[in-house]
């Protein structure tokens, strides 16, 4: 099929690029990971991560809690890393377990290391178009959409979801690129209604096919963020199979987005680090 989303092929260019780049670097860059619990799902994200980080020759540091760590424990190892001058990104690992405060740990994080783009300045600079530390998955959506030359000025744009990761900064994202945005989720009344007529939909709620061909204009831009695992297959919110027949673009899942979140995050330690070299 010609009408493929190719984020693996995409993010394994820029990962490419990065690495040669740090080939000539006597210093390199860090990051650093904070994993609080074993959560499965976060074991794995931790290991792509780290995977990544090794291939391209940025130094990866693991800090694992037990989820009966204090949260002040927790908090005084991000200030150390934040005075640290040789760690150029810091992450903290989601979900993490419920009895900790999320928000206050992660805007613990000073803004200038925040490669996931999540702590409350980082935020607030990108709802004013300020130059920022952007999530890493929204930033690999527009990635994409850039790479296949897509012009996004007056394109009515459908986000499904209204996620910190992915719906909230595409909404800022796609209005400062000129297009028309609406937001659907869990209580949108009629959710077909808003998908018809989209040029762009772009589904991150982890239903599963929740988008369905019938939902879906003919020759629309259909980008798939959501991830569901049954007995350990991944599939994402869209129906692709059927989907892919009517769409002109559509992503992959997996193969999509994911590996484009991966090499957002990758760029997003390198900017950090080229930012502290300047």
């Known amino acids: 099929m010609n009408n493929i989303m190719d984020g693996k092929k ?17 210093i390199k860059p860090s990051l650093a990971v904070i994993q609080i619990g074993n959560d499965p799902a976060s074991e794995k994200y931790v290991k792509n991560k780290q995977k990544a980080c090794e291939d391209v020759g940025i130094f990866f540091r693991h800090h694992y809690f037990e989820d009966n760590t204090s949260e002040l424990t927790i908090i005084n190892k991000i200030k150390e890393l934040n005075n640290d001058e040789y760690v150029h990104g810091i992450i903290i690992q989601l979900p993490i377990p419920e009895h900790y405060n999320t928000k206050r740990l992660i805007n613990s994080i000073i803004n200038s290391k925040d490669v996931d783009g999540l702590t409350d300045i980082n935020a607030g600079r990108l709802v004013n178009n300020k130059k920022t530390l952007i999530p890493c998955t929204a930033l690999g959506v527009m990635e994409l959409l850039k790479r296949y030359e897509i012009d996004l000025a007056g394109k009515e744009v459908v986000i499904v979801g209204k996620g910190k990761l992915t719906g909230k900064p595409l909404i800022e994202m796609f209005l400062q690129a000129g297009a028309t945005v609406t937001v659907c989720h869990s209580k949108t009344n009629n959710l077909s209604s808003h998908t018809k007529t989209a040029d762009i939909i772009v589904s991150a709620t982890g239903v599963n096919n929740l988008i369905k061909q019938n939902m ?37 899942n997996p193969g999509g987005v994911g590996p484009m979140t991966v090499a957002m995050l990758i760029q997003n330690v390198m900017t950090c680090f080229r930012s502290k070299k300047k």
Not at 10 to 26: A, G, R, T, V
Not at 218 to 224: M, Q
Not at 228 to 248: H, I, P
Request: charged share 35%; glycine share 6%; hydrophobic share 40%.
């Open 10 to 26: 995409i993010s394994n260019e820029i990962l490419e690029n990065i690495k040669q780049e740090l080939k000539y670097e006597l």
């Open 216 to 252: 879906v204009k003919k020759d629309a831009i259909v980008i798939d963020v959501g991830i569901n695992f049954d007995k350990g297959k991944q599939s994402g919110d869209v129906d692709f199979d059927k989907v892919s027949k009517v769409a002109s673009l559509i992503t992959p």
